[in-house]
């Protein structure tokens, strides 16, 4: 550029200030309205010891470099990668300086909000190892993993598959001659794929392979094994390594594939807390009990369920305080007055936009009742399977299956009918849903792809079915499968009691509906298989739907139990809103699932037209209490990195403020401007200068 100085970047003018009444006005109105304690309901949902160190890791983290989060809105994957590294080394480093604890570091883990390449060290690889290493393991393996002097991943998924474990191709062949297990790819499909921080990060793997014995194949079994030098990082002879591209999300993750070629691995690589192979013989020792690993699945899957509530709870944050300051059109009929004057209508006054989040808002405290039910089975399980009881296992795996299906469907989606709700601004990465929205969406995927995992749910769901058609089943307080099933047996042509629209307003009389619809679906798939002669493949669609069903039979059971059994936790006013919420939940559900209502037998159309009038009534009711509720989430801005989101409402401000730090705005005129914009302009310059002669 010649004649001006083309570093000058572009700011508004300073004077300019949004129109009144401004986002912080609008705000301060809606929290005048709360009907409950806003920072008493946050100490119910949280506790008041989690509420504190949040804070206090959030005032950390928003004063380190490493921790900043806006600038990753206009960085490259190179450069996110770069800064995801900084991010882990200063957590590390933090941790000591501070003398943070587990809760501590996942807490800032939280706060950060993006996956990094050390993210499967700490969510896979070591509780893997804490889980599956025998007592020399443990010094080799886990204690250098804790100390970071190794940095391991978790290497399952192959090219050629994903949800079934039992298809791996990676085979681990062991050699008695000199206890050793060779490790090999046969396939191109065999190599691992879509493994964490096994990009470029890892020098350690956690290992899923079959493992072969004398040529007999005893299944997929867990090794963990060096994979990059410790001196200098290169990959090990025999290791083909590398990172998979460019994904959706995730890009500050080094997903990686891995192919082996007779790479050889000592005895002591295969973890033998349950299962060994003796030296030398190779005799095969199997597991106690082969379901050992299923508690450690259901405590994923409680984590996964949490993580939902939690991403919805975000995402309905941002979406209902940016529709509250948004304002659009005059309702004519019911004109928005603010002092004497007429303004546009803020957008979370039109009832179609209350619909669409006060649903989204309604699940969001569903599934806290259903994540706190979910711990505290596995909890219970846990203790019985230490007594050698394994009863509960069973009914708990397979909620926990579907479960973890539904609720990551109800939180992508969710997620976007959020943003959708924001208008044109919920397009721009500063509303802070965009990447949250990409790095959130494998949730579908991993830990068993959603529609897979139904499949586990509705295969004991009609296993318990035929017991209590054969009088096989027993009756417990801790399953509930067996209690609605037998329920329908009793009477399977009831219907619903309602003759008015507030008689849903019963947890009675939404449980029966509920457990009534489940049991219904669940024999018309059994009657289906055992007497129709239908195969499993073609019923898949209904098998999905009877999961799905059942599951939204426990989080609304678990959201009435809860609040129920929390009676003495709760105020009269904060107990209020939430029995209007879990009303607004089963009967939002109810309305959204009335075909199966309905073709069960069970609902009327006439009760229908009642469920629809009450779940607008419960909006209406709901309506004053929107940005209390979203408020007790108690979600720091920090975390949420988004303009329309912030807690002071100054959404237009902070809008402006992130388009300055855009890179493009930094110049005056575009480096591209010589080459591919000055000589199409140019030559018209010069072709009417020409016309002027």
């Not at 807390?273 to 082969?290: D, I, L, T, W």
Request: net charge neutral; aromatic share 10%; glycine share 6%.
């Amino acid at each position: 550029m010649t004649g001006f100085n083309n570093n000058v970047p572009t700011k508004f003018p300073a004077h300019l200030v949004p129109k009144e009444p401004s986002g912080p006005d609008l705000l301060q109105a809606e929290r005048a309205k709360a009907s409950f304690d806003v920072q008493a309901m946050s100490k119910f949902m949280y506790g008041e010891e989690y509420l504190e160190k949040m804070n206090n890791v959030t005032r950390v983290l928003e004063s380190e470099p490493a921790f900043e989060k806006v600038q990753r809105y206009f960085q490259g994957r190179p450069e996110r990668i770069a800064h995801a590294y900084e991010k882990d080394k200063r957590l590390i480093e933090l941790t000591k300086e501070l003398n943070w604890d587990l809760s501590d570091r996942r807490i800032a883990n939280w706060l950060y909000d993006q996956s990094t390449p050390y993210s499967l060290h700490y969510g896979m690889f070591l509780p893997t190892l804490e889980g599956q290493c025998n007592e020399e393991q443990r010094k080799l393996f886990l204690e250098p993993a804790l100390r970071h002097e190794i940095i391991g991943c978790y290497a399952q998924t192959e090219l050629g598959h994903g949800s079934n474990v039992q298809g791996v191709e990676t085979i681990a062949t062991y050699i008695p001659e000199t206890n050793e297990f060779d490790i090999h790819s046969p396939h191109l499909t065999a190599s691992k794929w879509w493994i964490g921080g096994l990009g470029k990060t890892a020098n350690y793997a956690v290992l899923m392979a079959r493992l072969i014995i004398h040529g007999k194949d005893h299944g997929p079994h867990t090794f963990c094994i060096p994979i990059r030098s410790l001196e200098d990082h290169r990959p090990l002879p025999g290791i083909t390594v590398g990172d998979i591209g460019p994904k959706f999300g995730y890009a500050t993750t080094d997903n990686g594939f891995m192919l082996f070629d007779h790479y050889r691995v000592p005895h002591i690589s295969l973890l033998a807390k349950y299962s060994q192979v003796k030296p030398g013989s190779g005799e095969y020792v199997r597991p106690p009990n082969a379901k050992l690993s299923y508690g450690t699945m259901v405590l994923v899957r409680a984590n996964i369920v949490n993580g939902s509530r939690m991403a919805l709870a975000r995402a309905a944050t941002v979406a209902i305080r940016y529709s509250a300051i948004r304002r659009q059109f005059v309702d004519a009929s019911s004109p928005t007055k603010w002092g004497n004057e007429v303004i546009e209508t803020p957008v979370i006054d039109y009832t179609m936009q209350q619909y669409r989040l006060f649903g989204v808002l309604a699940s969001t405290y569903a599934l806290l009742f259903t994540g706190r039910e979910m711990f505290r089975l596995y909890d219970l399980n846990h203790a019985a399977m230490k007594q050698g009881n394994f009863s509960l296992l069973a009914d708990l795996h397979s909620s926990s299956s579907g479960l973890k299906s539904l609720t990551t469907t109800m939180a992508v989606e969710g997620m976007e009918e959020c943003r959708r709700a924001c208008g044109g601004h919920g397009y721009s990465m500063f509303s802070g849903l965009g990447l949250f929205y990409q790095d959130y969406l494998p949730n579908v995927t991993f830990e068993g792809d959603n529609y897979v995992l139904t499949q586990q749910t509705a295969r004991y769901l009609l296993k318990s079915f035929r017991n209590v058609v054969a009088g096989k089943a027993k009756p417990s307080e801790h399953n509930l499968t067996i209690t609605y099933l037998s329920q329908y047996m009793q009477n399977p042509k009831a219907t619903c009691p309602a003759t008015t629209a507030t008689d849903f307003l019963n947890p009675e009389v939404l449980l029966s509906a509920f457990g009534y619809r489940a049991a219904y679906g669940i024999a018309q798939v059994a009657e289906d298989l055992d007497r129709n002669g239908r195969s499993w493949n073609s019923v898949l669609v209904d098998i999905n739907r009877i999961s799905k069903a059942h599951c939204q039979y426990m989080i609304v059971r678990n959201f009435f139990v809860g609040l129920q059994q929390a009676e003495k936790e709760l105020a009269t006013p904060e107990r209020k809103i939430l029995q209007t919420l879990s009303f607004l939940f089963a009967l939002y559900t109810m309305e959204k699932e009335m075909s199966e209502f309905m073709l069960s037998g069970y609902l009327s159309p006439a009760q229908g037209k009642m469920v629809k009038e009450q779940v607008l009534e419960l909006i209406a009711r709901v309506r004053p209490d929107a940005i209390p509720l979203v408020d007790s989430f108690a979600l720091p801005d920090y975390y949420l990195a988004s303009a329309l989101g912030r807690y002071d409402g100054k959404v237009y401000e902070s809008l402006c403020r992130m388009a300055e730090s855009e890179p493009l705005n930094h110049k005056l005129v575009v480096d591209s401007y010589e080459n591919y914009i000055k000589p199409f302009v140019h030559r018209g310059l010069q072709r009417n200068n020409n016309s002027k002669l």
